[in-house]
């Protein structure tokens, strides 16, 4: 069932784009246009125009254009039945009328009824027609069972045109009838013969767009209704009827009623699929945010019909109600469909969706549910209530656990990169909680503006990591990048700068490249390109710029410019409308001229309407047919003058002018003239006299600068040109724009160890000002360079990249189209270090002691120091009364180094509030908040108090150490150990487990086993006799990560054995210092050790490592972020240094290799090791069995002291070199040696190696291989032979041999890349063998050899059956008046390939019927008249001998259908082609005969049925008379005579023939010439009308016969023979001479069926001339026509 057509549904988008041409259409246009349709089309197009009016008198309430009741989708059934029965009345009316006039008034009933009963049945056909496309796609299978009756219908319209003949006109009256509206012409395409070359589906289909079609247009807005009023002419004009005709008339309407009746119930039947439309959500679901086990229901109401089917999905999985019983409950009543959800669950957060299906279509709609979890405990009862008060739970604004904590770790910093490279930003996020199946939105932005993939900018997310990828960095992409990761509602942000500088200049000193290059104002043939300048000039200033343009799709760039422009706008024109285009700019100074900048987006040439119809407007559907609209052209019309001009731009170089089109300006396009005059003057100059503008934009240049002009626009169309438009107001030739002068008041701040704040202020009277650059230099080097490559805007900038501790200058220029500005003046010189602030406030304050008089505070360090060490702290109290705080009063007026303070002179029992500020070098910080109240009492209790300062130091991935100092409080007796207790951040105070089971008597703890990336919290717990005491606070939370950039304590022992420890870091400020500790208590004078510390580098030297230096060393450093590591020396370590000192202290010479032995290139023997380094003075001595051997004729010795090897080089070895070989080495005080022993066996596989190695140098001194022959199967599937080879020369032969026979090769073989090949194209079973290759020379020759047989020609095969199998395109289906064929390509076939095909997953039987076969490259399956039984899926089984490879093709459904129909459509064409009427033995085109003489044309014709014969002259009917005897004889033969020609006589006949398959017309033209001399001549022109001169030849019957073949091919006649005017009775016609066969075949062939004539002569006494002379009588070959 196909979907409602479109112009049911869509009136208002389709029609605009074809209604301009509707609307010019005309009744006179539609009346000439229809003279040339089929009688049955003006007929039928008459009645329904009649049929429509007689309706509209009969309605009361008129008709209207706006209202498409007759053809709307809503229209009632009983509308369009009336308006066809008044079509058919009226049809029938007039072919009675027409049936009366035509016979005169006569009584002959049954020409009669015959004429009115077609014309009836031309009604009816009609009437079904326009209630079939009433009922648009449901009326399709209404259509296909009445298409058989449709086609004889419009057989006439179907039928194809004769060959030259004229189509039929209507008659007269017929074209002055009135029509009551205009309606354009459709044209559809011809259908040649009905029912053979289309399908009745695409007939239907042209018919049903032709009606849709003037459906849409007699709706349609704006469409004028042309009412003519009727003459007196055209009365109805009554006759008097017999009493057979109104019989017959009446029978008629009765028969037509009963149609009707049956076609209304036949809709009624139908009335149920009009409604047939897809899903729609009326009321959708909306979503929840509710507290766990709480019940939640959604609620949709779905339209549609057929009633929609509607399935509930959880994160786009079916909800299973049998799987969860009781928690999920689906109702659907009366269209309204719900979800409840009962008890929910934390896990029940999720988005759901209800989706409504039916024939029509699919339609889904999305709701959320978010579940929150209280925090504490409550009672469960409490949770159904919906009126709970949620104060006492402390609920987060978003709800408790519905916020979600999003961090973001191993954060990206601030990047620097260069134009070209590939720069990648990267984040890992955490998100807490961690649900599954809800996953973040991920977005980038740049400078505040989301980025969107692209092939610059490419995005990835990981599920833990988010990523940007830069591909290809430019300018453009420089700016502050924030990443925002959302969960719901809530969301976190981080970002991070990006630079990107210059790539280097292909000329030294060239600019920079432009960038950010756009293109405004785009019209159809000019746009407007602007560009932002570099901020590097080379040294040199700019001169200007180039633009450059490019047609998408092809890579070949324009320079748009001959001279550069300074100001970076510039107007492109000479663009073709229609194209698209791409712009880069490139600058230029007198070094050279830059890269060119990143490319713009692409830009169409097209007027901006038309660019926003395209936008906005999508394209009208398929019908199924093209449909041309033909207009009568209107009288053309001159345009007026354009309107609105003005001067949008101007420069110096150029001036825009922008003006609006004329109102007056007719239905065909304008095109424009610019003018322009010197300002006062009135001499006018046309500016483009070539070539008119269409765009109501134009760039006039050559301009004179400075002086005035002013300027007007003309307007022209073929009808002529217009008035030109008011002139200008006075434009002066200069830049409006002006370059923007110095900003002021630069201003640089401290930021951070690498970058400064730079702040000024805007320049005055600044105009469209881009954005600004800033320089920096270091004070005194007189060298600038870049901040940054994009301008920024705003007056503020942090310069980054800057270097630590040294002083910078900066200047800043502004930016606009006009230029850039001067330079700023120098700021004052600032030094690179972190700014100073005052600390931030501390936190977490405890009570650590209280006694009656005093209590002593702790509290934590504030998390931002300010950039420097905190001096000190100031601790402040307060008295609370009855709740109500006091004044604030100072404790110490002195700042406390420690973070705990004993408060002293406290009321006993008073209760009291506390607040801690820190200071440093700016000043005292914030204080913190008030601490919670505390009551000074004395503690009696026997435990010890909270440990206090306790933090994590050495953090790393899965460890950190713990460290705290003991309480101030010990209790009632001595503290004996401590406890550690750890918790995940986000766990429940029940979480705590302890980490250590026993008390630890250290205030340390090294904490291992933890998860990379998760967050935890740690406590610490002192203990005596009495027990454990009170926790102390709980650490910040530590994330367990190592950070990049960490570095460890490294130990080393120098070349003096000296024993220290090492520690290096990168991210110190000035004030940062190293401390050292040992088991973590500091480090003081201690005379066994040594500190040095210079820059970022610390030392800790041991004078003499022993047993009292065991233990832990760590290094923290101070005024960083954590920066810590530790060394542990134990027992083990210390020896393993104390040797490792000895080692360095008493040196060897370290070997990377010991002694070794290998046989070099020419059999030599070479002997080797190689020392870590040697010095200049290292020496060594070469010993052979104890006895040492120095450098001479037999031994070849050398040391290499840059990379320490050793070696000795021996030519052969002998018997009596069987022995020991010792190399001894001294480097100064370090020594070492190392020996070989080669004897036995050893020692003769070595010599034998030595031997064997030698011998293979010396073949190698000629022609040889380096690889063997082997073999490859190419791409191609062709077998490749191929060895590498070396030493090879000109004069070098390489000859090929299979099985001892030499193999031809047809050229030789250059070696150029030192491989030589054999191609083996299609390989096969024929070239197996064994192949054999010998190089050759003077020098010697080697040789080659492979066998391909038995299990190696078998794999080779394998791999080419693979390969051919691999090439195997997919399965096509093709029809064929036989039947369907599957087929496949590849690259060839061999017999080793087996080949099957499978049918539904059974293997295919060959038969008759079905066969497969291989023809050239092509593999096919033949399925010969096929069947319903042949649908489903075929599979193409290839086996190579290991695998099967498979294409597979689906021939079922549709495919099936369109193959079985294509199949059936060339079966009959087949069939048509083969009957059809055809003329076998042609005529000639032209035959020249003397008048008097007597003309004989014969030919054969064949057709299935026989066909008609007809004869034509002049293309008017011809029949027998006595001159002229035309007789057509057994079917078969025709012939033509004419007794005596005359010059009348002369003219173009016609042979017709015809039968129902088709019609053929074959034409000659006779030319008598009048009678001159004595000579008889007969000539026969060729289609190149050259005149040959032949022997007379008489042709038989038979012969014309013998040309007609079964293929039908047409035979070529070479020959015309004529006669005498008076020919005599006595003489015998002479018989046709036959030519060879062969000739005749070949004639026959190159004139494709054309036809012959023969003329009967006499003999004549004067014979032909045949050794070609000139005779009285010639024979002129005529070519077929």
Known sequence: MMSLPFYQRHHEHYDRAYRHKALSSTVSQYQKETKSKSALYAQGSAAYSRGSAAYRHSSAAG???????????????????????????????????QSKRSAAYSLDSESLSTSSAAYSHASESINKLAAAYRLGSEAYSFGLKNSNLMIEDQSYKMSPKAKRAKQSLISEDKENEALDYSVPIFTGRQVNISGITDTEEERIKESAAYVAKRNLFATGEGVSVSKVAKTTSEEEHHEKKSRK??????????????????????????????????????IEPRSHTIWEKENVRFNCSVAGWPEPRVTWYKNNVPIDVQAHPGKYIIQSRYGLHSLEITECEFDDTAQYHASAMNVKGEVSVYASLVVKRYKGEIDASLLHARNLSLSPFAVTPHGYASRFEISFVDKFDVAFGREGETMSLGCTVVINPDIKRFKPDIEWYRNGVLITPSKWVQMQ???????????????????????????????EEYSGYVFVRDADAEIPGAPGAPLDVQCLDANKDYVIVSWKQPAVDGGNPILGYFIDRCEVGTSHWTQCNENPVKFARFPVTGLIEGRSYIFRVRAVNKAGVSLPSRVSEPVAALDPADRARLRSHPSAPWTGQIIVTEEEPAEGVVPGPPTDLQVIEATKNYVVLSWKPPGQRGHEGIMYFVEKCVAGTEDWQRVNTEIPVKSPRFAVFDLSEGKSYCFRVRCCNSAGIGEPSEATEATVVDDKLDIPKAPGQIMPTRNTDTSVVVTWTEPPDAKELVGYYIESSVEGSGRWEPCNNNPVKGTRFICHGLSTGEKYIFRVRAVNAAGLSEFSQESEPIEVKAAIAAPSPPYDIVVLESVRDSMVLGWKQPEAIGGTEITGYYVNYREVVDGVPGKWKEANIKAVSERAYRIQNLKENMVYQFQVAAANLAGVGAPSKPSKSFKCEEWTIAVPGPPHDVKCTEVRKDSLVLLWKEPVYSGRSPIVGYYVDMKETE?????????????????????????????????????????????????DAVIAETRPGTKEVVVDVDDNGVISLNFECDQMSPDSKFIWSKNYEPIEDDPRLNIDTKGGKSKLSFKNLGEDDLGIYSCIVTDTDGVSSSYTIDEEEMKRLLALSHE?????????????????????????LQAEKLSGNAKANFVFNDKEIFNGEKYKMKVDKNTGLVEMIMDKLEEKDEGTYTFQLQDGKATN???????GDVFKKLQDEADFQRKEWQRKQGPHFVDKLGWEVTDECNVMLKCKVANIKKETHIVWYKDDREIMVDEEHDFKDGVCTLLISEFSKKDAGTYEVILKDDRGKDSSELKLKDTAFADLMNEVCRRIALSATDLKIQSTAEGIRLYSYVTYYVE????????????????????????????????NEPTPQDKGRYIMELFDGNTTHKKTVDLSGQAFDEAFAEFQRLKQAAIAEKNRARVLGGLPDVVTIQEGKALNLSCTVWGDPTPEVSWLKNEKSFVSDANCILKFESGKNVSFSISTVSTQDSGKYSIVVKNKYGTETSDVTVIVMPVSGQTDTVQGHNQNNKTVSKKKKAMSAS?????????????????????????????????????????KQQAAKKTAGKAGVAEKVPQSTESLDRQGKKTPEKAALGKPH
Request: aromatic share 8%; proline share 4%.
């Open 245 to 282: 005709v109104a019989i017959r008339e009446s029978a008629e309407r009765v028969a037509m009623k009963k149609t009707l009746e049956e076609t209304q119930a036949f809709h009624r039947k139908l009335n149920q699929d009009k409604l047939l439309h897809a899903p729609e959500f009326i």
């Open 1144 to 1168: 360095r202290q008493f040196p060897t010479v370290p070997l990377i290799s010991e002694l070794a032995v290998e046989i070099l290139e020419k059999g030599e023997v070479r002997f080797w």
């Open 461 to 491: 997310w990981s599920g833990e990591r988010a990523s940007l990828t830069l591909t290809h960095a430019n300018k453009e992409d420089e700016g502050l990048y924030t990443l925002r990761v959302a969960m719901g509602e809530y969301y």
């Open 1233 to 1239: 040696q190392s020996s070989l022993v080669l004897i």
């Open 63 to 97: 008709f209207s254009l706006d209202s498409s009741a007759a053809y709307s989708y809503g229209s009632s059934a009983y509308d369009l039945e009336s308006a066809a029965y008044s079509q058919g009345s009226a049809a029938y009316d007039r072919s009675a009328a």
């Open 1599 to 1639: 012969k014309q016969k013998e040309g007609g073949k079964k293929d039908f091919i047409k035979p070529h006649v070479e020959e015309i023979t004529a006669t005498e005017e008076t020919p005599d009775p006595n003489e015998i016609p002479p018989v046709e001479t036959e030519k060879d066969t062969k000739n």
């Open 1392 to 1423: 080793d390939l087996r080949v099957g095909w499978v049918h539904n997953d059974t293997q295919i039987k060959f038969t008759d019927r079905m066969r497969t076969g291989v023809t050239g490259e092509q593999i096919w399956l033949q399925i």
């Open 987 to 1035: 766990a429940k105070e029940e979480r705590w487990r302890s980490v250590n089971e026993k008390p630890l008597q250290k205030k340390y703890l090294k904490i291992g086993g933890l998860t990379q990336g998760v967050s935890y919290v740690f406590r610490v717990r002192a203990t005596n006799q009495a027990g454990v005491g009170k926790p102390s606070d709980v650490t």
